[in-house]
């Protein structure tokens, strides 16, 4: 994974709504991010910033299966019809999400990562 990965979130200020941005590889234990557009602090503690690496080792961990996943298939049930989606679809065409619960409120932070190479 390179190191400008990041994790995107939408500024929780009602009016503001602004995407941000932070490289989560290269952040410490507690990370500040600001809100360009309205000023809102976000401060990320140790326990958080920890979770997210977590989240990056895991999708490192699913890239570096990359060659047995391309004979994977994952398999949808919905109202009784069945779909087979091959898992290399997963990875190169559905954006990755972490939802969190931070402060009794659910959060998705989306992790920007360079692609699979599309074969």
Sequence with gaps: MKKDSAIEFHCVNGECRQLL????????DETKVSCPACGREYVFDAALCGKFRKFARLVEAVRDAEEILGDT?????????SVQVPYRILLTRMNTFLTLDIGGARFNFRLRVEPLDDR
Excluded: E, N, T
């Design 73 to 81: 298939r994952v398999g949808l049930d919905i109202q009784g019809h």
């Design 21 to 28: 941005a932070f490289p989560f590889l290269s952040a410490g």
